[in-house]
Protein backbone atom coordinates (compact mmCIF):
# COMPACT_ATOMS: atom_id res chain seq x y z
CA UNK A 1 0.00 0.00 0.00
CA UNK A 2 1.74 3.10 -1.05
CA UNK A 3 1.77 5.65 1.49
CA UNK A 4 1.98 8.72 -0.87
CA UNK A 5 -1.19 10.93 -0.67
CA UNK A 6 -2.36 13.38 -3.21
CA UNK A 7 -5.15 16.44 -3.16
CA UNK A 8 -7.08 16.77 -6.40
CA UNK A 9 -9.84 19.07 -7.42
CA UNK A 10 -12.43 18.21 -9.90
CA UNK A 11 -16.13 19.03 -10.67
CA UNK A 12 -19.42 17.45 -9.49
CA UNK A 13 -22.57 18.43 -9.90
CA UNK A 14 -25.13 18.76 -7.01
CA UNK A 15 -28.53 17.83 -6.37
CA UNK A 16 -29.83 20.70 -8.50
CA UNK A 17 -27.20 19.88 -11.47
CA UNK A 18 -25.09 22.36 -10.82
CA UNK A 19 -21.70 22.14 -11.00
CA UNK A 20 -19.67 22.53 -7.64
CA UNK A 21 -16.07 22.51 -7.31
CA UNK A 22 -14.89 19.49 -4.50
CA UNK A 23 -12.08 17.71 -2.98
CA UNK A 24 -10.88 14.27 -2.96
CA UNK A 25 -8.17 13.05 -0.94
CA UNK A 26 -6.19 9.83 -3.05
CA UNK A 27 -4.73 7.52 -1.43
CA UNK A 28 -6.21 7.04 2.02
CA UNK A 29 -8.73 4.76 0.64
CA UNK A 30 -11.98 6.67 0.35
CA UNK A 31 -12.84 9.92 -0.66
CA UNK A 32 -14.13 12.73 1.31
CA UNK A 33 -16.33 15.51 -0.46
CA UNK A 34 -16.13 18.57 0.78
CA UNK A 35 -18.40 21.68 -0.78
CA UNK A 36 -16.81 24.99 -0.90
CA UNK A 37 -19.47 27.46 1.91
CA UNK A 38 -20.74 30.56 0.39
CA UNK A 39 -21.01 34.21 1.07
CA UNK A 40 -23.85 35.63 2.98
CA UNK A 41 -27.14 36.16 0.95
CA UNK A 42 -28.90 39.44 0.34
CA UNK A 43 -31.33 38.78 3.15
CA UNK A 44 -29.01 38.38 5.62
CA UNK A 45 -26.65 41.43 4.62
CA UNK A 46 -29.70 43.60 5.11
CA UNK A 47 -30.44 41.85 8.85
CA UNK A 48 -27.08 42.83 9.70
CA UNK A 49 -27.48 46.32 8.46
CA UNK A 50 -30.78 46.98 10.03
CA UNK A 51 -29.70 45.20 13.29
CA UNK A 52 -26.84 48.26 13.57
CA UNK A 53 -28.88 50.51 12.83
CA UNK A 54 -31.40 49.78 15.37
CA UNK A 55 -28.31 49.82 17.89
CA UNK A 56 -27.30 53.16 16.89
CA UNK A 57 -30.72 54.70 17.06
CA UNK A 58 -30.88 53.20 20.54
CA UNK A 59 -27.35 54.01 22.17
CA UNK A 60 -27.33 58.13 20.24
CA UNK A 61 -29.54 59.63 22.42
CA UNK A 62 -28.43 57.66 25.67
CA UNK A 63 -24.61 58.77 24.61
CA UNK A 64 -26.45 62.50 23.60
CA UNK A 65 -28.06 62.84 26.77
CA UNK A 66 -24.69 61.76 29.28
CA UNK A 67 -22.97 64.55 27.45
CA UNK A 68 -25.66 66.54 28.26
CA UNK A 69 -25.34 65.65 31.78
CA UNK A 70 -20.90 65.87 31.66
CA UNK A 71 -21.01 69.45 30.93
CA UNK A 72 -23.73 70.16 33.41
CA UNK A 73 -21.23 68.93 36.04
CA UNK A 74 -18.34 70.32 34.32
CA UNK A 75 -19.91 73.75 34.65
CA UNK A 76 -21.11 73.26 38.10
CA UNK A 77 -17.51 72.53 38.84
CA UNK A 78 -16.39 75.51 37.02
CA UNK A 79 -18.99 78.04 39.26
CA UNK A 80 -17.88 76.19 42.38
CA UNK A 81 -14.24 77.17 41.78
CA UNK A 82 -15.24 81.00 41.00
CA UNK A 83 -17.47 80.80 44.20
CA UNK A 84 -14.00 79.68 46.26
CA UNK A 85 -11.97 82.12 44.44
CA UNK A 86 -14.95 84.82 45.18
CA UNK A 87 -14.58 84.25 48.88
CA UNK A 88 -10.72 83.94 48.69
CA UNK A 89 -10.81 87.42 47.23
CA UNK A 90 -13.70 88.78 49.66
CA UNK A 91 -11.56 87.33 52.86
CA UNK A 92 -8.42 89.27 51.22
CA UNK A 93 -10.25 92.94 50.54
CA UNK A 94 -13.32 92.73 52.54
CA UNK A 95 -15.31 93.00 49.61
CA UNK A 96 -16.33 90.90 46.71
CA UNK A 97 -15.22 91.24 43.53
CA UNK A 98 -17.08 94.48 42.12
CA UNK A 99 -16.27 97.22 39.60
CA UNK A 100 -14.19 99.57 38.66
CA UNK A 101 -16.53 102.26 37.70
CA UNK A 102 -16.57 101.44 33.88
CA UNK A 103 -17.51 104.35 31.79
CA UNK A 104 -20.21 104.00 28.60
CA UNK A 105 -19.00 103.62 24.79
CA UNK A 106 -21.86 104.72 22.62
CA UNK A 107 -24.98 102.42 22.06
CA UNK A 108 -22.73 99.33 22.27
CA UNK A 109 -21.17 98.74 25.54
CA UNK A 110 -23.16 100.26 28.98
CA UNK A 111 -22.18 101.80 31.80
CA UNK A 112 -21.23 100.04 34.71
CA UNK A 113 -20.20 101.45 38.15
CA UNK A 114 -20.06 97.91 40.01
CA UNK A 115 -23.50 97.40 40.73
CA UNK A 116 -24.77 95.92 37.72
CA UNK A 117 -25.00 92.16 36.84
CA UNK A 118 -22.95 91.47 33.93
CA UNK A 119 -21.14 88.76 32.45
CA UNK A 120 -18.31 91.24 30.69
CA UNK A 121 -14.89 90.45 32.72
CA UNK A 122 -12.37 92.67 30.40
CA UNK A 123 -13.34 96.17 29.70
CA UNK A 124 -11.19 96.88 26.13
CA UNK A 125 -11.91 100.32 24.86
CA UNK A 126 -14.29 101.50 27.71
CA UNK A 127 -12.50 103.79 30.32
CA UNK A 128 -11.04 102.76 32.37
CA UNK A 129 -9.20 100.53 29.26
CA UNK A 130 -7.71 97.37 29.11
CA UNK A 131 -9.01 96.76 32.20
CA UNK A 132 -10.13 93.29 34.55
CA UNK A 133 -13.98 94.11 35.71
CA UNK A 134 -16.62 91.88 37.59
CA UNK A 135 -15.44 88.84 37.54
CA UNK A 136 -12.31 89.09 35.49
CA UNK A 137 -10.69 90.94 39.24
CA UNK A 138 -10.07 86.83 39.95
CA UNK A 139 -8.15 86.59 37.31
CA UNK A 140 -6.29 90.02 38.31
CA UNK A 141 -5.51 88.51 41.86
CA UNK A 142 -4.92 85.07 40.70
CA UNK A 143 -7.29 83.27 42.09
CA UNK A 144 -8.91 81.61 39.25
CA UNK A 145 -7.68 80.03 36.25
CA UNK A 146 -9.17 81.61 32.94
CA UNK A 147 -10.97 78.96 30.85
CA UNK A 148 -13.53 78.11 34.31
CA UNK A 149 -15.04 81.48 33.30
CA UNK A 150 -16.83 79.15 30.22
CA UNK A 151 -19.46 76.98 30.66
CA UNK A 152 -18.98 73.59 28.30
CA UNK A 153 -22.11 74.23 27.36
CA UNK A 154 -21.82 77.44 26.11
CA UNK A 155 -23.42 77.54 21.92
CA UNK A 156 -21.50 80.97 21.48
CA UNK A 157 -17.64 80.72 21.01
CA UNK A 158 -16.76 82.37 23.89
CA UNK A 159 -14.41 80.22 25.06
CA UNK A 160 -12.05 80.43 22.13
CA UNK A 161 -12.39 84.19 21.33
CA UNK A 162 -13.28 86.00 24.24
CA UNK A 163 -10.86 84.13 26.52
CA UNK A 164 -8.24 85.37 23.51
CA UNK A 165 -9.15 88.99 24.16
CA UNK A 166 -8.48 88.47 28.12
CA UNK A 167 -4.96 86.49 27.26
CA UNK A 168 -3.58 88.89 24.50
CA UNK A 169 -5.59 92.27 26.92
CA UNK A 170 -6.68 93.11 23.68
CA UNK A 171 -8.85 96.80 22.73
CA UNK A 172 -11.97 95.31 23.05
CA UNK A 173 -14.28 93.86 25.41
CA UNK A 174 -14.49 89.99 26.80
CA UNK A 175 -17.42 88.17 28.06
CA UNK A 176 -17.70 85.00 30.11
CA UNK A 177 -20.51 82.61 30.10
CA UNK A 178 -21.83 83.67 33.70
CA UNK A 179 -23.92 86.67 34.75
CA UNK A 180 -22.10 87.88 37.56
CA UNK A 181 -24.01 89.40 40.59
CA UNK A 182 -21.32 92.60 41.33
CA UNK A 183 -23.24 94.64 43.86
CA UNK A 184 -26.86 94.50 42.05
CA UNK A 185 -29.82 93.99 43.72
CA UNK A 186 -28.02 93.80 47.54
CA UNK A 187 -27.08 96.27 50.15
CA UNK A 188 -24.10 97.88 48.60
CA UNK A 189 -21.32 96.72 51.21
CA UNK A 190 -20.26 94.05 49.40
CA UNK A 191 -19.53 91.81 52.26
CA UNK A 192 -19.66 88.16 51.83
CA UNK A 193 -20.99 87.32 54.71
CA UNK A 194 -23.86 88.95 54.43
CA UNK A 195 -25.17 90.76 50.92
CA UNK A 196 -27.88 92.30 52.65
CA UNK A 197 -31.43 92.23 50.69
CA UNK A 198 -32.62 92.49 47.18
CA UNK A 199 -35.56 94.75 46.06
CA UNK A 200 -38.21 92.24 47.21
CA UNK A 201 -36.66 92.57 50.58
CA UNK A 202 -35.37 89.09 50.54
CA UNK A 203 -31.58 87.93 51.14
CA UNK A 204 -29.26 88.24 48.38
CA UNK A 205 -28.53 84.69 48.10
CA UNK A 206 -26.97 84.27 44.49
CA UNK A 207 -23.84 85.14 43.33
CA UNK A 208 -23.58 84.06 39.48
CA UNK A 209 -25.19 81.96 37.12
CA UNK A 210 -25.59 80.38 33.54
CA UNK A 211 -26.04 83.23 31.28
CA UNK A 212 -29.11 82.56 28.59
CA UNK A 213 -30.45 84.93 25.80
CA UNK A 214 -33.10 84.08 23.59
CA UNK A 215 -33.40 87.45 22.15
CA UNK A 216 -34.28 87.25 18.32
CA UNK A 217 -34.57 90.38 17.30
CA UNK A 218 -30.87 91.01 17.89
CA UNK A 219 -28.72 87.91 16.96
CA UNK A 220 -25.84 89.81 18.83
CA UNK A 221 -27.80 89.11 21.86
CA UNK A 222 -28.36 85.45 21.42
CA UNK A 223 -26.50 82.94 23.14
CA UNK A 224 -27.44 80.04 25.83
CA UNK A 225 -26.08 77.80 27.83
CA UNK A 226 -27.00 73.86 27.97
CA UNK A 227 -29.49 74.46 25.05
CA UNK A 228 -31.50 77.31 27.84
CA UNK A 229 -33.14 74.23 29.22
CA UNK A 230 -31.35 74.20 32.79
CA UNK A 231 -29.24 76.75 34.50
CA UNK A 232 -26.30 76.42 37.44
CA UNK A 233 -26.83 78.30 40.20
CA UNK A 234 -23.75 79.65 42.25
CA UNK A 235 -24.96 80.41 46.25
CA UNK A 236 -23.37 82.72 48.31
CA UNK A 237 -22.36 80.12 50.73
CA UNK A 238 -20.26 78.56 47.18
CA UNK A 239 -22.78 75.76 46.66
CA UNK A 240 -23.92 75.23 43.16
CA UNK A 241 -27.98 74.01 42.58
CA UNK A 242 -29.43 73.10 38.91
CA UNK A 243 -32.69 74.51 38.32
CA UNK A 244 -35.06 74.02 35.41
CA UNK A 245 -35.54 76.79 32.47
CA UNK A 246 -37.44 74.98 30.09
CA UNK A 247 -39.85 78.20 30.58
CA UNK A 248 -37.25 80.37 30.33
CA UNK A 249 -37.25 81.66 33.92
CA UNK A 250 -33.76 82.47 33.81
CA UNK A 251 -33.50 84.32 30.14
CA UNK A 252 -33.33 87.76 28.50
CA UNK A 253 -36.37 87.44 26.09
CA UNK A 254 -37.43 90.10 23.51
CA UNK A 255 -39.46 91.88 25.53
CA UNK A 256 -36.70 92.62 27.48
CA UNK A 257 -34.91 94.59 25.27
CA UNK A 258 -35.96 97.94 26.15
CA UNK A 259 -34.87 97.35 29.80
CA UNK A 260 -32.54 94.64 29.92
CA UNK A 261 -30.89 95.68 33.72
CA UNK A 262 -34.82 95.39 35.03
CA UNK A 263 -34.90 91.93 33.56
CA UNK A 264 -31.48 91.10 34.93
CA UNK A 265 -32.61 92.65 38.48
CA UNK A 266 -35.57 89.94 38.13
CA UNK A 267 -33.31 87.00 37.27
CA UNK A 268 -31.51 87.91 40.17
CA UNK A 269 -34.39 87.57 42.40
CA UNK A 270 -35.61 84.39 41.03
CA UNK A 271 -32.14 82.91 41.94
CA UNK A 272 -32.16 84.42 45.27
CA UNK A 273 -35.53 82.78 45.98
CA UNK A 274 -34.02 79.14 45.07
CA UNK A 275 -30.90 79.47 46.71
CA UNK A 276 -32.75 80.76 49.64
CA UNK A 277 -35.38 77.82 49.39
CA UNK A 278 -32.85 75.18 48.69
CA UNK A 279 -35.42 73.75 45.96
CA UNK A 280 -32.84 72.37 43.47
CA UNK A 281 -34.38 69.97 39.98
Known amino acids: MSFNRHIEGRLYRDGAGKPSLVHSCAGSGRGAVRPVPGGFTLIELLVVVAIIA ?25 LRQIGTGIHLYANTNGVIPHGPDVQPLGQLLEANDGSVATNQIWTGPQQPSQQHMALGLLLKRAVAYPPIFYCPGDDTNDPQEELAKVNQQAMAPAFGSYLYRQLDQTSGSGRIEYLGVNGEGKPAAALAMDLNSVITLDPAY ?48 TADDRCWTGQAD
Not at 68 to 73: G, I
Not at 236 to 263: H, I, M, T
Open 54 to 78: LLIAILLPALGKARYQARLAVCASH
Open 222 to 269: SRSNHQRRDVNILCVDASVARFSNEQDEFSLRDQDLADLQARRDDILR
